[in-house]
């Protein structure tokens, strides 16, 4: 028996290396392509569009499933919003403390006045360097946050969009398979009073063109994940000690208006720490 088996083994692999090097391949090559084709035209156009009609029924659970990814994005865009509004009226309220000391510290009193309370001007000039620092670093932050912001609207946006166009689509194509379905029922109601087979190379052709749309949706019915991310660069603050002077020349060039002077606050600044 194993060597019958064997000697079969040999004869077939004898017989596929003469199909190859006498180029008959080409011919099987052929019969299967033909033989493919003969039977996809072989399959009744009702099955077709009933085919076609269960796709197209697959794109709304589809477009289901991007439904939570993109409801959590909302969420998460509302949210980085309301930090980068904070974060804006945190900086202008630092930022009018900082040009309230800076404007006492250039009085050149030894003893300045908060809320009723004195505070040695050495160390009010130690806090105003402290509280500048940080507030160069919330800069820095905040201008992350909005390029932040603003690119996942814009994501955001641009999926809100692509569902609605996907939606579009969907009913397009039903209205497509719908005529379709009519202009078959009026073929086969043609055919049944001239006994006649009819040409259903128009059928074949809306059939071929709904199939390719059908594979663009496909394509476009996928998963949206966003991803984000990004750097909160601290920007490296000055340990060397400044004189007075210059720390207020630094501070009023880059926080007092030009043409204004900034108002003297003498409860808006906090020093004690």
Request: proline content about 2%.
């Amino acid at each position: 028996m194993c060597k019958k088996l064997g000697i079969s083994s040999v004869t077939l692999l004898v017989g596929l290396v003469l199909l190859w090097y006498t180029g008959l391949t080409s011919y099987v090559s052929t019969y299967w392509t033909q033989a493919k084709n003969g039977l996809k035209h072989q399959v009744p156009i009702e099955f077709e569009i009933e085919r076609l009609r269960g796709e197209v029924a697959k794109i709304m659970p589809e477009m289901k499933k991007n439904f939570s990814t993109i409801a959590e994005e909302m969420v998460a865009v509302e949210n980085l919003q309301k930090d980068v509004s904070q974060l804006r009226a945190n900086l202008e309220k630092q930022k009018q403390n900082l040009l309230t000391m800076t404007n006492d510290l250039e009085k050149g009193t030894k003893v300045i006045y908060y809320d009723n309370k004195p505070y040695p001007a050495d160390r009010v000039r130690d806090k105003l360097e402290r509280d500048y620092a940080s507030y160069k670093v919330g800069e820095s932050e905040l201008k992350s946050k909005e390029q932040l912001l603003e690119a996942r609207e814009k994501s955001l946006e641009a999926a809100k969009e692509q569902m609605g166009a996907l939606k579009s689509q969907k009913q397009d194509l039903e209205v497509q398979l719908a005529q379709l379905e009519a202009d078959l029922k009026n073929v086969r109601l043609a055919q049944t009073r001239s006994k006649t087979a009819l040409d259903d190379s128009q059928l074949a052709r809306c059939k071929a063109s709904l199939s390719e749309l059908r594979d663009r949706l496909n394509v476009e019915v996928k998963k949206t994940e966003l991803q984000a991310q990004f750097s909160n660069d601290a920007i490296p603050v000055d340990k060397k000690n400044k004189s007075t002077n210059d720390l207020i020349k630094d501070i009023k060039a880059d926080l007092q208006p030009a043409n204004g002077k900034a108002t003297t606050q003498t409860a808006g600044a906090v020093v004690g720490d």
